[in-house]
């Protein structure tokens, strides 16, 4: 049996501004390095064999007070990186509407069937999810880890956990800035004990709304 705690950054810069950010390398907000700290309290409790990371610092910087809690070294897999927007990342909002005025309306609309120009398609991140969660369980069978990720993945790690096709992605939580998900994996199955659990952070509690901008 292992336990994957699955955890989403807390609230960076890139968050506050709105739009999609994507590989950009924002750093926390003042709020998300508090988040990850409550997160890692949170854990303080919790066995941990390994911690692993998205390489982006929002992450890396989520993932260092809970690796710290446990005398662990982080470990970064890019496959947890966030989701690739492609030409749509880093735009402000009003920009984005003006240079792609359906990028929006189909992330709103039709999520499983974004496909960012010169980036990924959900389909790819679906996928990649699916990966991630196949090749981290058998690498650490018997093992309670501990992943730090992004939105739009963990959205589909989401997805796919529950046994949900692509085209139902949108029967999948977004998930809280710092929240944590629970999933216990014995003999390839997959059991949800919680997901995005943020009732630690209190009243610092920070989501991404569909209209892409910061919700509290």
Known sequence: MSILYIVRHGQSEGNIMGGFAGR???ALSEKGKKQAMLTAEFLRGAHLDA?????????VD?????AAQHGLSLVRRPELVEFDFGDWEGLPPAALEQRFPDAVPTW??????????????????????KRALTA???EYAGKDVCLVSHGALIKCMLCVLHGYPL???????WANNASVTKIVCTNG???????GYSDH??????GVSKALTEKT
């Open 167 to 173: 085209a139902e992605l949108d029967r999948a939580i």
């Open 189 to 195: 199955q997959y059991t949800i004990e919680y997901e």
């Open 201 to 206: 952070m209190g009243d610092l509690v920070t």
């Open 62 to 66: 989520t993932a260092k007070p809970i």
């Open 24 to 26: 950009v390398d924002y």
């Open 108 to 129: 709103k609309n039709r999520l499983a069937e974004v496909d960012c120009p010169r980036g990924e398609s959900m389909a790819d991140c679906y996928a990649r999810a």
């Open 51 to 59: 911690v692993l990371t998205s390489p982006l610092q929002r992450a």
């Open 136 to 138: 981290i369980t058998a």
